[in-house]
């Protein structure tokens, strides 16, 4: 009578088939677009409406309960405090000044993928979705086909100036991409394979980079540095939207109604220096002399003194001497006109 055959090597096969077909299937799930974001229809929006109540609610809940301890992790506030300045940093040097106005080049693809990784951490959208949308606003800066204007299509009254306010700050994200943003969204993924895999992959990381102070702090790590962090970055970047389209200085002639602001600017790493930005929209510096604060130029100078960056995009003075005589000269024109009017 022949001996059976032992099944041990069989149970093993077995087991090995079924971990190579879950690796397979999660291998699949990462490397095809399961992980990005929708860019319209109603699982987006359902997407955003958590996205923006979630950590609204989650951030009353953390002060109450840092309250009724009468404590925080350190280290939570540190992961705040880090990934703020980091999320913060990956939008405006990369997402901002790097892929979408080209105001600088690195010298290593891997730089530019950690900059725009740190980008999509801030959640704020992938990054082709988010420079297209930034490419519409310049060429449609607060006149029909502005994404996030607070004027298009709003009153003077205060109604009308607080619908555009919200509009600007949170409203526009439930909108559709315009047909001129898909473009601008297409010509920007194929024209680079690392922004093509973040958009894939754009949740995936999102969601490493909620969970990631968890490894520091815990779940106060998750909550301080994951959650609210999040609120707080994109709250702040939105304002750039809203708020420096309505309130600041204008220190440069242009053809909108974009505004210096040295509160959000202090908030935004540079960015609230946004009439300037938009005089220069390609210049890596939104920020001219020490009296406007820009972190983010700050971190560039240094970047270009090691030679992490190059071909970096400075306004000369004789361009900076023009735009402010062109402020002047409309200036001028815009009190004749009122004083003919009277």
Known sequence: MTPSAPTTGRSWASIGQRFQGVRRTVLTSITHRSWSMPDRGAIKRSAITVWMVGPMVTLPVALGYAVHRRSIDPRA????????????LGVTAGYHRLLTHRSYRTTSPRLEAIVLLAGAMAGQGPPSQWAGTHTTHHSHTDKPGDPHSPHVDFDDDWRGVLRGFVHAQVGWLYEEPSPTTTKHVERIRAG???V???DDHYLAILGAGLLAPGLVAGWQGVVWGGVVRMLLVNHATFAVNSICHMY???RFETDDESRNNTFIALLTQGEGNHNKHHAFPKMAYHGIGWREYDLTAYVLRWAEARGLITDVVKPTPVQIAERIE????????????AAVAD
């Open 77 to 88: 506030v540190a992961a705040l405090a880090g990934g703020y300045v980091i999320a913060g």
């Open 192 to 194: 680079s394979a690392t």
């Open 196 to 198: 093509r895999w973040i």
């Open 248 to 250: 600041g200085q204008r």
């Open 326 to 337: 062109r402020l002047r000269l409309a200036t001028e024109r815009r009190v004749a006109l």
